[in-house]
DNA sequence: TCTGGGGTCCTAGGACCC
DNA sequence: TCTGGGGTCCTAGGACCC
C-alpha cells in the first residue's frame, strides 16, 4: 500500500501556525507581485473567494469579512515543508517528495506489525502538535486511488484526517462518489472530452475497456485508466536534475528603459544560474523574453523572446550573464510599457565545468571557483549580499509589490520573532 | 491602480539520413 | 502508366501537475 500525505491549505495554513490569532479564521496568501490569490483557508472559501482570483476584485469581500492576506514568502513555506517531512520520515523510512505539500509515503510490509490508519492517525497528530500543520492522508493500492482517498480524509471530519481504501467494494464506492475533474491526471481538456462522450464519473472510465481509453486519452489517459483500476504504474520518484531552469517575474510598475530591463534580466539570470550550480549542472543554451502586460488593452502589446546557444556548456553567472545581456538587447523595443521578463536555461547537462579545445574563456575553473564563491557568500549573509552591478541595487521600479510579507521567522535569525511579555 | 511562477511528458510533423 | 522504405532527431504545441 502507498500514502499521500497532502497538507491541507498549506501556505495558508503555514501563515496560521506563525500567527496563532487567526484559528479558525478566514486566511488568504497572495502570489508573488500580491497579484492572484493562491492559497486560501476553508473559511475565506465559504465566503466565496476562489483560488486564483486576483488580489484587487476580491479586496471589497476581503476587507468587509476582516479576512487576513499575507504576501506569499515560499522560503518560509520550504522551511515549514522540512519540518514536516522530517517527521514524516521519522514514521515510515521510504518517502517521496512529490511537491511542497505533498509526500508519497511506502508502507510496504508495514502492515505486519501495524494497523495502517492507526500509524499514519499518529503521524498526522505528531505533526499538528510539533508544527500546527494539518495534514490528511490517503491510503490504497496506487498513488491516483491515495490522492482520492486522501481528499476523502480531508472532507470529512469523520475519517480523523486519514481515509484508506483497500477492498474492491470501498474502490468502487469511491470513484462512484467522487468528482471527475478532480482526479489526478485528468485536466480541464480531458474532462470536457468525457463528458461529450458520456463519461462522467471515474467509475465510469475505470470500468471503460482499456483500448477506448487509450484512443481517447493517449497514454498517459491510459495511464490514470490503470491506477484507478489498482494497477500502479505511475512513477513519481525524483528528478534529480532539471532539464530547463527559468527564473521570471511581473514587475511591480511597468518599465520602459533599456537599462530597467537589462537589471531585471540580469538579476533573473544570477538567480537561474545559483539554482543550475546547486544541482551541479551547466547549461548549454541561454533564453530571454520580455512583454507588456496583456491585460492593458489600451497600450500596445509586445512579446518577444532570444535564444543563444554557448560554446561550452556553462554554470558561469558572468559569462552566461553577458550573453542574456545581449539577447535582452536584442529583444528591448524603444516605447513598449514592458510588465514582465525572464531568463530560461536549457541544454541542462551534469558537471558545472566542461571544456572543448576551442574554447574562448580561459581558466574555466577559476570562474566557476568564482561562481561558487558568491554562491557560498549569498547562502552565508543572505540573499543577494553579492552579485553583479548591472542587475542593479533593489530598489528599482521592477521589482516586486510584497505588502503582506511574513518575516522569515525560521530561516533568518536576524528575522526571528519577538515575544512580549 | 491592481491580474503568479515553475515544471513535466507526449505527440505529430518536418527535416534529414542511408 | 510508372516515383521506396525505414529510421532518427528536433521542434512546436498540447495537456497535465503543483
Redo the contacts with the bound molecule.
Sequence with gaps: MIALADCNTFFASVERALHPGLRGKPVCVL??????I?ALTTEAKALGIRR?D????A?DIIERNGVAVFSGNLMLYAAMSKRVQSIMRRTVERTEC?????QFLYLDGYEKHYDLVDLMRGMVEQIALWTDIPVSVGIAKTKTLA?VASKFAKQYRGYGGVCMIDTEAKRRKALSMFDLAD?????????A?LSALGVNTPLQLADKPGEWVYRHL???GFQTWLELNGHPCIDTSE?V??????????FG??ISTREELKASVAS?AS??CS?LRGQDSAAGCVSVFACS?R??EDLPQYWNMATQRLIVPSADTLEITAAAMELADRIYRPGILF??S?V?LSDITAGCCHHTLFDPVQKREERVELSQTLDRMNHKYGVRTVGLAVAGSGNENWK?KKEHLTPNYLTDIDQIMTVQI
Excluded: A
Aim: net charge positive; hydrophobic share 25%.
Design positions: 502570489s508573488s507581485n500580491d497579484g492572484n493562491v486564483g486576483p488580489y484587487f476584485k479586496k512529490y511537491s511542497i505539500d505533498e490522492k482526479i489526478w491526471g485528468i485536466g480541464p481538456r480531458n474532462f472530452k493517449h497514454k498517459p528528478i536534475r532539471r532539464q530547463t531552469i527559468t527564473t521570471s517575474r511581473s510598475n511597468m533573473f538567480s537561474c539554482t502586460n491585460f492593458r510588465k514582465k525572464g530560461l516586486n
